[in-house]
């Protein structure tokens, strides 16, 4: 297993545009979190799966923002009508049970023009 | 309102000797704490942690303290290395919670 992947690695996107980036986590990892990261800060937590349940979710995450993990394996980041506010790193990361040492991907970085 | 504080942005410290950095949080729920390093253009890596039961853990080069009553951690790195320079996270995660609530993280720069 090569660790967490995220694709794209890079987007370049109009504002109100839709765009989706792709997990996959580690394969036997059940869980499956999303962050956001943004200049001069830390990540900042946005959702939280559990095998195919969304368990939390951050008020960070608004209406436009969704996520799914069907099936329990790879995850969905969609986010819609795309503001420039949005421009961020959006990092993947999964763990194996209750431990906090969870494996980051390498993100996905968002530019909105 | 930042739960989980990095006060300093930067830090540079001579190869071969001590770094240290600090990091500060107001939640008195928190009681696991994680120590991440990113490198540019790649995702954080996981470090080294702490319980709230310990006040130290130590793994090699890298040791974590953690002062619950100055609700106060730091991790030391010795002797320090070029290949440390990176931004350090601390991270912090209260019991049942499956989030971490991360610092603005901290650039350390090791010069030759």
């Known amino acids: 297993d090569t660790g967490v992947s995220q694709d794209p690695r890079h987007k370049i996107t109009k504002r109100g545009q839709n765009v989706t980036f792709r997990c996959d986590p580690i394969?036997?990892?059940?869980?499956l979190y999303w962050y956001r990261q943004t200049l001069g800060q830390g990540p900042e937590f946005l959702t939280y799966?559990?095998?195919?349940?969304?368990?939390?979710k951050s008020r960070l995450l608004s209406d436009r923002f969704s996520a799914e993990r069907p099936k329990g394996s790879f995850s969905t980041l969609e986010i819609q009508r795309t503001e420039q506010g949005d421009s961020a790193m959006y990092l993947c990361?999964?763990?194996?049970?209750?431990?906090?040492?969870?494996?980051f991907g390498s993100g996905t970085r968002l530019t909105v023009v | 309102d930042q739960q989980v504080k990095q006060n300093s942005p930067s830090l540079s410290v001579q190869e071969g000797r001590i770094s240290i950095l600090n990091c500060d949080y107001t939640?008195?729920?928190?009681?696991?704490f994680l120590w991440y390093k990113k490198y540019p253009a790649e995702g954080p890596t996981f470090l080294i942690s702490?319980?709230?039961?310990?006040d130290k853990n130590e793994d090699g080069r890298f040791t974590v303290f953690l002062n619950k009553s100055a609700k106060h951690l730091s991790l030391h790195i010795v002797p320090s290395q070029p290949g440390d320079s990176a931004v350090y996270f601390c991270?912090?995660?209260?019991?049942?919670?499956?989030?971490?609530?991360f610092g603005q993280g901290t650039r350390l720069t090791i010069n030759p």
């Open positions: 394969s036997e990892h059940n869980r």
């Open positions: 991270a912090a995660s209260a019991e049942g919670a499956q989030k971490l609530v």
């Open positions: 799966f559990q095998n195919e349940a969304q368990l939390e």
């Open positions: 939640n008195s729920m928190f009681d696991y």
């Open positions: 702490i319980s709230s039961i310990k």
């Open positions: 990361a999964s763990s194996q049970g209750p431990t906090y040492g969870y494996t």
